[in-house]
């Protein structure tokens, strides 16, 4: 079964600094990823994914995200840090098994900024 | 283009109830999708839907249903409520069909507070 993994329940890093939200994935075949980003009281929105090509994914408000095949991982990454990326973070991997297409989510990481 | 919307925002039920909540798509997006939330599960997926019919369906109870209809909107209806069943509902719409490469556009969720 496809699954994801997000190690770390929070992240806390200094404004300014270079963040890292960490993802695994195990699934057979192609994996299809997302990152999305939650705020509080609110959806999710979504920030890049990968498809195919490149193996690193640049998105939305300066955030990318490398895939590593070997390593099974798709981590998210930003050089520098805003207080206002405080939120949560969620992983996704969407493949194609038969009927099953649904977006499996990671359980989320809290990422805090610290002015 | 407008986002995902969903009515209403929030709700209050009390046990053996029954609610129904509504999603209106992206502007052109066939797709919609439904997520539950909650603290101890994360989000976990309910059902989609495409070009009226349901294409694929999560491990929920059968109290747990939808309909999709001809203009795309969606609804999700849960009958005989539980006090688990409290959660932030999530829809999701997404250009084509519910396809591997297809981001989802979340909307700003149905918070369901069941007594």
């Known amino acids: 079964a496809q699954s994801v993994a997000q190690p770390e329940d929070q992240v806390n890093v200094a404004e300014g600094n270079p963040l890292t939200v960490k993802c695994t994935y195990s699934v057979s075949g192609n994996p299809y990823l997302f990152w999305y980003v939650q705020y509080p009281n609110r959806g999710l929105q979504f920030l890049l994914k990968y498809i195919t090509g490149d193996n690193l994914v640049k998105g939305s408000y300066g955030f990318e995200a490398e895939f590593n095949k070997s390593q099974t991982s798709f981590h998210l990454k930003k050089p520098s840090a805003l207080v206002s990326d405080s939120a949560l973070y969620f992983c996704?991997?969407?493949?194609?098994?038969?009927?099953?297409?649904?977006?499996?989510f990671g359980s989320g990481t809290q990422l805090t900024v610290l002015p | 283009k407008a986002g995902v919307t969903q009515t209403p925002r929030y709700l209050i039920k009390t046990r053996g109830q029954q609610v129904t909540l509504s999603c209106s798509p992206i502007s052109g997006h066939r797709s919609v999708s439904w997520y539950q939330q909650t603290p101890g599960q994360g989000l976990q997926f309910l059902f989609e839907?495409?070009?009226?019919?349901?294409?694929n369906k999560g491990n929920f109870p059968g109290r747990f249903s939808g309909r999709q209809f001809s203009n795309s909107r969606s609804e999700m209806n849960v009958s005989t409520l539980e006090l688990g069943d409290s959660a932030l509902y999530l829809c999701?719409?997404?250009?084509?069909?519910?396809?591997?490469?297809?981001?989802?556009?979340f909307g700003p969720g149905t918070r369901l507070l069941v007594l």
């Open positions: 996704a991997v969407r493949y194609y098994s038969g009927s099953a297409r649904q977006l499996t």
């Open positions: 999701a719409s997404s250009p084509n069909g519910p396809g591997e490469q297809e981001t989802q556009y």
């Open positions: 839907y495409f070009s009226e019919t349901q294409r």
